[in-house]
């Protein structure tokens, strides 16, 4: 990874505080019925600072999860290390062996698009597939080609929260299909003294059909793809994309 989710990692949570991770599991248990699926055993990569992990490990379900930020996961381990159900690891999509099936798998929030090339994209989904059991359900989601072309990419955002003011300028390169964000964070505890780190972030932007493609030659049955939080088929402006395939 390049220079992504270090210093980043101490705010992420007070920056993602519009997203409802609760909202987000009552959707990953809907999946579960719809499907008629009763995981006990979750594995959940680019688990972040465990926002969505906290609900797993509450409802005792029996939660591996992991990062490639050690920051990340420093942020996770104090919200989670209360919990015996729970197994908290660093490591990389691309490359881990847990030596151990799941029932399910699991990745929120475009995590995967954060794996660029194609080609390992292709490993990643194969590794998920060789963690699974028998019928499991592999869940996760990305930011469309559409918002990452037109709403992220070539725009520049800029948030005052007071003690936290913060800068996103982002580039779309319709070659690689990649967006790469620059971000400038100043920081401050008394609101006059403020300290800045900088990180830069890079997304691929996948097509579904792409997607679905790269699922199948994995292994992967069934796959299927929901304008994310519904049931319903994404259309153009779709912004973000839920998959659930099967083993
Ligand atoms: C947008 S955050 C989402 C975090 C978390 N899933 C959430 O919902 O808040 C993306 C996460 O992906 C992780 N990540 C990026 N590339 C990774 C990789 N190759 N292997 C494991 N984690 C990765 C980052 O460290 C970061 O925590």
Same mark, same amino acid.
């Given at each position: 990874?390049?220079?992504?989710?270090?210093?980043?990692?101490?705010?992420?949570?007070?920056?993602?505080?519009?997203?409802?991770?609760?909202?987000?599991?009552?959707?990953?248990?809907?999946?579960?019925?719809?499907?008629?699926? @009763?995981? %006990?055993?979750?594995?959940?990569? *680019?688990?972040?600072? =465990?926002?969505?992990?906290?609900?797993?490990?509450?409802?005792?379900?029996?939660?591996?999860?992991?990062?490639?930020?050690?920051?990340?996961?420093?942020?996770?381990?104090?919200?989670?290390?209360?919990?015996?159900?729970?197994?908290?690891?660093?490591?990389?999509?691309?490359?881990? #062996?847990?030596?151990?099936?799941?029932?399910?798998?699991?990745?929120?929030?475009?995590?995967?698009?954060?794996?660029?090339? %194609?080609?390992?994209?292709?490993?990643?989904?194969?590794?998920?597939?060789?963690?699974?059991?028998?019928?499991?359900?592999?869940?996760?989601?990305?930011?469309?080609?559409?918002?990452?072309?037109?709403?992220?990419? #070539?725009?520049?955002?800029?948030?005052?929260? =007071?003690?936290?003011?913060?800068?996103?300028?982002?580039?779309?390169?319709?070659?690689?299909?990649?967006?790469?964000?620059?971000?400038?964070?100043?920081?401050?505890?008394?609101?006059? #003294?403020?300290?800045?780190?900088?990180?830069?972030?890079? @997304?691929? *932007?996948?097509?579904?059909?792409?997607?679905?493609?790269?699922?199948? %030659?994995?292994?992967?049955?069934?796959?299927?793809?929901?304008?994310?939080?519904?049931?319903?088929?994404?259309?153009?402006?779709?912004?973000?994309?839920?998959?659930?395939?099967?083993?």
């Amino acid at each position: 990874m390049i220079n992504s989710y270090n210093k980043f990692a101490y705010i992420y949570d007070e920056l993602m505080n519009d997203f409802d991770y609760q909202d987000w599991y009552r959707y990953i248990e809907e999946i579960f019925i719809r499907y008629k699926k @009763e995981p %006990k055993e979750i594995l959940e990569m *680019a688990c972040g600072t =465990g926002n969505l992990s906290y609900y797993f490990a509450r409802d005792g379900y029996k939660l591996t999860c992991f990062d490639a930020s050690h920051e990340m996961l420093s942020m996770a381990y104090k919200k989670l290390n209360r919990f015996k159900n729970i197994k908290m690891l660093n490591l990389d999509m691309i490359d881990f #062996n847990l030596n151990k099936k799941f029932d399910c798998v699991l990745s929120i929030c475009d995590s995967i698009n954060y794996i660029t090339d %194609k080609d390992d994209l292709l490993i990643v989904f194969k590794n998920v597939w060789n963690h699974m059991k028998d019928d499991g359900v592999f869940i996760f989601d990305i930011n469309s080609e559409y918002k990452l072309k037109n709403i992220i990419g #070539n725009n520049t955002f800029i948030e005052d929260r =007071g003690d936290i003011y913060y800068s996103w300028e982002n580039y779309f390169d319709e070659e690689e299909n990649i967006c790469d964000f620059y971000l400038t964070f100043f920081l401050s505890e008394d609101g006059i #003294n403020f300290i800045r780190f900088d990180e830069e972030h890079r @997304e691929r *932007a996948y097509s579904s059909i792409e997607i679905l493609e790269l699922l199948r %030659k994995a292994g992967f049955k069934g796959g299927e793809c929901f304008e994310c939080f519904t049931f319903e088929e994404p259309n153009a402006r779709s912004e973000r994309l839920n998959f659930i395939a099967f083993k």
